[in-house]
């Protein structure tokens, strides 16, 4: 049993080692000074994390809710040591102060949106004719048109709004797009693509939906589930290097209190099954915009107390995961 378990670590391992490697390489030659490689060898060395929470999923069996969680306690207090007491002052660093509080130049701006929305309508257009050559089902041109004119009207719109002067200091000019808007709209776009348009993203749908049937049709499920966990930690890693950037402060308690649940809310209220095999990163973009509208829609009623905003978040939360449920009995029924 050990030899097998051993065989899976270092099968693993040899998957995704270059990723591994790079971390350990930055760590080892103390290249990290440099703030760039640093924040690379941070995702990296989540990605090591999430190899270990994969394989006590996928092989010892652990629910991967307690496996997060128990390790995101562990993780709060390995933070604690590294930082000596000390919390990392971002703000110092123009990168990684940038991340979150920096902005494109209006002419940015404008190729950045034209990239987008060309990139979305060129692609929607050459799908719908190859589908119509194949003699396969299609959305009709006219509502690809409707589509990507209702796209542009709308990024336009924003674009205009965004390259408008949002400061009140008249010795300082805040405008464009927000880079925290680029990163999470890039983002999306990626993993759209890893998810709808690989064999991978299949394989991990299959897995998600049903890893027995999956197993059964010849998928690796371990490697699915450990590739999941790498990229979930990946992810996690990057927000936390976007969190400390929002917070001008790699704090001790950096991630505590409601952001892990807030996580998992944005992507449940978006659509995200919790019982696996359905969701899409516009889910989780779309959940997000809903966790953060309720506090500042709430900010509009002051004569309401902040009480209330876990009140209605929790039970928006309640309504998505209810929601799920239900869909799930009647289409299992059917």
């Given at each position: 049993?050990?030899?097998?378990?051993?065989?899976?670590?270092?099968?693993?391992?040899?998957?995704?080692?270059?990723?591994?490697?790079?971390?350990?390489?930055?760590?080892?030659?103390?290249?990290?000074?440099?703030?760039?490689?640093?924040?690379?060898?941070?995702?990296?060395?989540?990605?090591?994390?999430?190899?270990?929470?994969?394989?006590?999923?996928?092989?010892?069996?652990?629910?991967?809710?307690?496996?997060?969680?128990?390790?995101?306690?562990?993780?709060?207090?390995?933070?604690?040591?590294?930082?000596?007491?000390?919390?990392?002052n971002t703000s110092n660093y123009n990168l990684w102060h940038d991340l979150t509080y920096g902005n494109l130049?209006?002419?940015?701006?404008?190729?950045?949106?034209?990239?987008?929305?060309?990139?979305?309508?060129?692609?929607?257009?050459?799908?719908?004719?190859?589908?119509?050559?194949?003699?396969?089902?299609?959305?009709?041109?006219?509502?690809?048109?409707?589509?990507?004119?209702?796209?542009?009207?709308?990024?336009?719109?924003?674009?205009?709004?965004?390259?408008?002067?949002?400061?009140?200091?008249?010795?300082?000019?805040?405008?464009?797009?927000?880079?925290?808007?680029?990163?999470?709209?890039?983002?999306?776009?990626?993993?759209?693509?890893?998810?709808?348009?690989?064999?991978?993203?299949?394989?991990?749908?299959?897995?998600?939906?049903?890893?027995?049937?999956?197993?059964?049709?010849?998928?690796?499920?371990?490697?699915?589930?450990?590739?999941?966990?790498?990229?979930?930690?990946?992810?996690?890693?990057?927000?936390?290097?976007?969190?400390?950037?929002?917070?001008?402060?790699?704090?001790?308690?950096?991630?505590?209190?409601?952001?892990?649940?807030?996580?998992?809310?944005?992507?449940?209220?978006?659509?995200?099954?919790?019982?696996?095999?359905?969701?899409?990163?516009?889910?989780?973009?779309?959940?997000?915009?809903?966790?953060?509208?309720?506090?500042?829609?709430?900010?509009?009623?002051?004569?309401?107390?902040?009480?209330?905003?876990?009140?209605?978040?929790?039970?928006?939360?309640?309504?998505?995961?209810?929601?799920?449920?239900?869909?799930?009995?009647?289409?299992?029924?059917?």
């Amino acid at each position: 049993m050990r030899e097998r378990a051993a065989y899976i670590v270092i099968r693993v391992m040899r998957r995704h080692q270059r990723l591994l490697a790079v971390g350990l390489f930055l760590v080892a030659t103390n290249l990290t000074q440099h703030l760039f490689l640093a924040l690379v060898a941070a995702v990296c060395i989540g990605a090591a994390i999430g190899v270990l929470n994969g394989y006590l999923v996928a092989k010892v069996g652990i629910p991967s809710f307690v496996v997060t969680l128990a390790l995101f306690l562990a993780w709060q207090g390995v933070l604690q040591f590294a930082l000596a007491g000390q919390p990392v002052n971002t703000s110092n660093y123009n990168l990684w102060h940038d991340l979150t509080y920096g902005n494109l130049s209006p002419l940015w701006s404008w190729v950045f949106v034209i990239v987008v929305v060309g990139g979305y309508v060129g692609y929607t257009v050459y799908a719908s004719v190859s589908a119509q050559r194949a003699g396969l089902a299609r959305d009709s041109m006219q509502l690809v048109a409707l589509r990507g004119a209702v796209l542009a009207v709308v990024a336009v719109v924003v674009t205009l709004l965004a390259n408008q002067n949002r400061n009140t200091n008249p010795f300082k000019v805040i405008q464009g797009i927000p880079v925290p808007a680029v990163i999470a709209i890039v983002l999306m776009i990626a993993c759209s693509v890893a998810l709808s348009k690989t064999t991978w993203g299949r394989h991990l749908y299959a897995t998600g939906g049903n890893a027995e049937a999956a197993r059964r049709a010849g998928i690796d499920v371990v490697h699915m589930k450990v590739t999941a966990f790498i990229l979930c930690s990946s992810f996690g890693a990057f927000g936390g290097i976007l969190l400390a950037s929002s917070q001008s402060s790699a704090s001790l308690d950096l991630g505590s209190g409601n952001v892990l649940l807030f996580s998992v809310a944005a992507a449940v209220i978006g659509g995200t099954s919790l019982f696996g095999g359905r969701g899409k990163p516009r889910d989780a973009i779309l959940g997000a915009l809903v966790i953060a509208i309720i506090p500042n829609g709430l900010l509009l009623r002051p004569s309401l107390g902040a009480q209330w905003q876990q009140v209605i978040t929790g039970i928006v939360l309640l309504l998505a995961a209810a929601v799920d449920a239900i869909s799930r009995r009647r289409a299992s029924r059917g």
